[in-house]
């Protein structure tokens, strides 16, 4: 299985534990394959290559950081950015034109990331579905269109809009689960149970409900889940939004595993995970284990675990991790 990992530090492709840097640029949020095609979202924009990641070239989506890339239907693809930005190519991911109600939308609504100075909101979470799409915003809310972007209605899941990741269940749009954390317009909120966390929708995103009682940390962000039954849906966790291993006692970061679409969690940390001294941030499935899961550490390593929370060390000594994809 040879994997291609995003970096704060670029693209690393890794064969049998080898890492070898293949792509040079900053902030690789997404990496993702559609079409034979692998897609890098950086912090300058979106790179593309035809050759299993021997070549790249930047395309016309650029000056701006990709968050995310997700496929529609024929040959279409949508991308959300910072600041917040969807952007829509017809042609597999050649040229990229913008989906302009949104910034329109961000814009008005003053959507931003509440540091000292603000930073513009980001667009990190898509799911496409034909005409429907739902946009993640970090912070903003859920943004969700029935007509491909010409008008929009906006969600706060619990009344969060610290959006950061959202996926569906399998074959089930109606069935979405989000990631969320404390950030609110006007601040942090109170890092209390309700503040933070999963919740999930039965109804396209209309109305959600917290499925994280009980469970902590609270301060959740990646997320995957499997195709194959029983479709286990992955969250990784951490205490605040700047967790890291850099810190006295780390980063104290979990992963959680549910089986029964968020009704109950357990750990899938071994002992020495269980907290994790590093932060995880890239997180998918792994497709040759049933079950199982790549994650990526802030410390640059990336680990197989299984179902039954069996840790492997696939790959060490590479920049920090963000995203991964398996080819």
Known sequence: MDLFAGTSEGVFQITDGIAKKVLDCRGVREIVCFNGRVFAGTGNGLYVSDDG?????LTTLRDVAVWQIRQGVQGKLYAGTAPTGLF????????WTEVESLSRLAKEKGWCIPVDPPLPAAARALVVKDERLWVGVEVGGIAISQNAGETWSVVLPGGNPDLHMIFPFPGNEEILFASTGYGRLDGVADMVEGNAGVFRSEDGGNSWVYTWEGV???YSRPMCIDHRPPFGLT???????????????????????????????HSLGDKDHSPSHANFHGLTVNPLVPGGILVGTDTGEIWSVSGHAEWELLVKDIPAVVSITCV
């Open 53 to 57: 990641g021997a070549s790249w070239l």
């Open 88 to 95: 829509r190519s017809e042609d597999w991911g050649y040229t």
């Open 216 to 218: 902590t940390p609270r």
């Open 235 to 265: 969250v990784a966790s951490a205490p605040t939004a700047f967790s890291s291993y850099r810190q006295e006692l780390g980063a104290e970061a979990m992963l959680f595993r549910s089986e029964d679409r968020g009704d109950t969690w």
